[in-house]
T-cell receptor
């Protein structure tokens, strides 16, 4: 069963506007971590933001914030004041325990964001 | 620059061959993870090592193996290569490997093309 769902294959946003990228997840583990990564056309994976399952407040990192709604199992990424350099693929990921002391990270299919000038 | 290094950057080989991908984690990081990114499968977790020991396994084929050495660098060995193994292989590292809060920092990847 798919555990991370990103329903928006592609999105457009006007420069300087805010955009929300959707992510829903499924897990029965009470302890998990949620991450967002950015992958520009150059290919590298850049860590953006982290949210723990027990965190009471939504995570923020500069222009990035994570809208965490635990009951709905959603972890949407909000990018404020979009810039041309934000054009990239964005991946939502969930990290959960594996059982032997290790951890698996599952990635969604990604959302490609296009920022228009 | 994440501080994670991977070599080589590009690799072209033929079906049936064997290759080794190398990863050096960030200074101080004990955990290394390997991922495969392909167009049809997306980004797939392969395996995790923590301080030299295997800790978690994902969708890693039996033809693939990995290890982490005492100096904490890791190698991913891919054998009996098939066309479908063509992908971008990422290594990531984190400080520890015993918490869901550990952020993984990714290397630049090795792009493998099997002809």
């Amino acid at each position: 069963a798919q555990k991370i769902t990103q329903t928006q294959p592609g999105m457009f946003v006007q420069e300087k506007e805010a955009v929300t990228l959707d992510c829903t997840y499924d897990t029965s583990d009470p302890s998990y971590g949620l991450f967002w990564y950015k992958q520009p056309s150059s290919g590298e994976m850049i860590f953006l933001i982290y949210q723990g399952s027990y965190d009471q407040q939504n995570a923020t990192e500069g222009r990035y914030s994570l809208n965490f709604q635990k009951a709905r199992k959603s972890a949407n990424l909000v990018i404020s004041a979009s810039q041309l350099g934000d054009s990239a693929m964005y991946f939502c990921a969930m990290r959960e325990g594996y059982g032997t002391g290790g951890f698996k990270t599952i990635f969604g299919a990604g959302t490609r964001l296009f920022v228009k000038a | 620059d994440s501080g994670v290094t991977q070599t080589p950057k590009h690799l072209i080989t033929a079906t049936g061959q064997r290759v080794t991908l190398r990863c050096s984690p960030r200074s101080g990081d004990l955990s290394v993870y390997w991922y495969q990114q392909s167009l049809d499968q997306g980004l797939q977790f392969l395996i995790q090592y923590y301080n030299g020991e295997e800790r978690a396994k994902g969708n890693i084929l039996e033809r693939f193996s990995a290890q982490q050495f005492p100096d904490l660098h890791s190698e991913l060995n891919l054998s009996s290569l098939e066309l479908g193994d063509s992908a971008l292989y990422f290594c990531a590292s984190s400080v520890g490997g015993t918490s869901t809060a550990q952020t993984q920092y990714f290397g630049p990847g090795t792009r493998l093309l099997v002809l």
